[in-house]
Each structure stands twice: as structure tokens, then as C-alpha cells.
């Protein structure tokens, strides 16, 4: 699905798109039937029952309901799915958002937007960026030169002058604009460089708590962080006191008490002492999540535990973390998702998918970017299924 956000944010994919009509066709359930782990997803997200998923169907966009019924038929050049209760879509190069009849609350006149969060949406008007209401008032006049959404009360904006800070609902500063990029808090630090690209972290008063002298860092995660100097890495403190030394070739942050390093071309894990709880043998791994991360050997991708065991075999061409009980795998440039037991959710089907995020995941049915939406209980519902 494009994504026409602020150009501050991360463009997770974009897509070409053409006139062309479309039929309604009533929508087919692809489920697999193989046993998944009993108990072990209670603690994640359901969808929304009340949401409606944008799906590209030949290029033009429209809107099904949880069941997958086709209720607002594809027209729309680019859209989003439902937030809050309307759906900001695309026409004739200009944003709106409609409700769930598929009528226009707020015309299509912003030249991007963000779906409503917390009750405002961020448009681009004038090439400047505000806030505004479900009725299309302005909260916060137009005035950014780049921005987000809002999350847990504050928003990310960009100056005059090319700063970063965080606003509250009324548009005051809750973050001074001091960043040179985006500030990134995680257990109340972020990492901050100054102009000549050296790392240092603040806290969301600007304070400077740990001095400006790295060349890369991570974030803060389980009180540790990891940081770079001199094309070696290592481990501090939110004191920035150096609790692992630089020595490492390459890291990553701590997940579950552990944290995935590179020593001669191979990744282990390390404890928060620095101890090698998983020796470096793996060609390339990931994060632990929910007890497994994704590692590789001979170009194969498999699932360990937290001694390094392989318990989903090594069969992937490309593997990720779990996300919300499933992780995205792909064999031959096929994409499908597997649950914690390593059985298919959904077999390697899509020529594109993403990570699972409130229940349901996204995917690109085929190259020209026709799409899928996954259910948690393995249901597809895929663009072919409304020609």
C-alpha cells in the first residue's frame, strides 16, 4: 500500500497506479488447519471487528470488512485502512478521508496525510503541516515543515531551520526542537548527534546524559544500549558508563536478556555481562522474541532457542522475528507466515508481506501490486478473490 506520509517518515513501500475498473466478487477464506501453539497468542492484539481493510484491487483501492465483504468498492487511487472511524484515501493527487459509507467527511484536498490518531490527523497543506479534527478544522495550523502522528500524546514535528521536537495536542513544544534528526525515546533517553554526525543521548528535557563522542548507536533497551566507536562495538549504561567493551564487529539491541553480536564474520548472543550465552557460529541471526530468533547457516534461515538449538529448522531463504505470535519467512521470493511451532499460517504465496501489527498483516498478492490481508486464524483475503 503507498504510503504517502510526511517525507520525515519512513516510506515502508510504494506502488504505481493506474485507472482500470474492477467487480465485485464474494471473497474466498484460505485457512490452514495445522495445529498452533495452544494458549501462546492470548496476549496480542485482536483486530478491530469494526475495521475496514483497504485492499488494491487493479490498481484502484476499496474497502472490506473483517468478513470480507467488499463494502466501499475499489475506486480510489491510494488509500489507508480505517483509523478512528474514517479512511483517508486518494484522488486526483489529493487526500481526504471518507466514513464508512465511502462518503467524503473531509474533501479530498491535502496533499499528503497520517490516518486520525488520538483523535487529529496530520495533513500537508501549503507544503506545511498541521493538525486537524474529524470535522477538518485546523487544531494546529499548518506550520511544520515535516512531521507524524501522534502517539501517547505527542507528535513529531519539524521546524524552520531543520530541527526535531515532540508537540502535545495544543501544539506546544513537549520536546524542545534541538534534534538534528529524529529523536527516537526509548526508556526516556534518546540518542542525539551533533553537526559533525557524532552520538551522544538526551533526555526529553535536551538534557545531554551521556557525552557526544560515538559514531553510530542503538537505542536503550533493558537499561543497555549499544554503541559504536572506532568501527568496534560495545555496551553502556544510562549512566554512560561502558558495562561491555568495543570489541565486537557488529550489535544489536538486548531482547529477552540477550543481545546478538558478530565476532570473525559469525553472530552469537551475549548476556548483560558480555558472556557468550550462544557462541558465534550463525551467518547471520536476529532478535529474540517470544523465546526464538531468527538464524542463519549455510544461507538458510531457521528458528533457535535461547541455547542456540535450531527448533524450526533451517529452510528459509529469509526469516524475521516474530511479530504478534507469527514471523514472515520466504522461500524462492515467496513470502507466507509461520506460527511458533514453525507450522504455515499461510504457505510462501506473496510476492511481498509485512509483519503482523494489530492482528492482521499486509501483503502484495503479485507484482502489480494487488493485495492480501491475513487474519490471525490464517484466513486470506486477496485481491484476486474481487475480480
Known sequence: MKRLFSVLLILVLGLSLFGCSSSKKESSKVKDEKKKTAGSYEDYPEVDANILFAICVDHKYGYINIDGE???????????????????????HKWGFIDETGA??????????NPFSEGLAQVEEYNRY???????????????????????GKALVQLEGGKFGLIDHSGNLAVPAIFNDLPDFHEGISRHYEENAIYGFVDESGNVLVDFQYDSVGEFSEGLCYVEKDGKFGYINKKGETVIDLKFEDANDFSEGLAEVDVNGKTGFIDKTGKFVISPKFDSASNFVGGLA?????????YIDSTGKFVIKEQ??????FAEGFAQI?????YGFIDMDGNYLVEPIFTNAWDFKGGFAEAEEDEDGN??????DGTVYKASDYK
Not at 498541521?130 to 501517547?152: C, L, N, R, W
Not at 528459509?316 to 522475528?321: E, G, H, L, S
Not at 493485495?371 to 490471525?376: E, K, Q, S, Y
Open 316 to 321: 528459509f531463504d529469509r526469516a524475521r522475528a
Open 330 to 334: 520466504s522461500i524462492d521470493d515467496k
Open 70 to 92: 467488499m463494502v466501499i468498492e475499489p475506486q480510489f487511487d491510494d488509500a489507508e485502512h480505517f483509523s478512528e472511524g474514517l479512511g483517508a484515501v486518494y484522488v486526483d
Open 371 to 376: 493485495t492480501a490481508i491475513v487474519l490471525r
Open 294 to 302: 531468527p538464524a542463519a547457516t549455510d544461507d538458510k534461515y531457521g
Open 104 to 113: 467524503f467527511v473531509i474533501e479530498p484536498i491535502y496533499r499528503n496525510v
Open 130 to 152: 498541521g493538525y486537524i479534527d474529524k470535522t477538518g478544522a485546523y487544531v494546529i495550523e499548518p506550520q511544520y515543515v515535516g512531521g507524524g502522528s501522534f502517539e501517547d
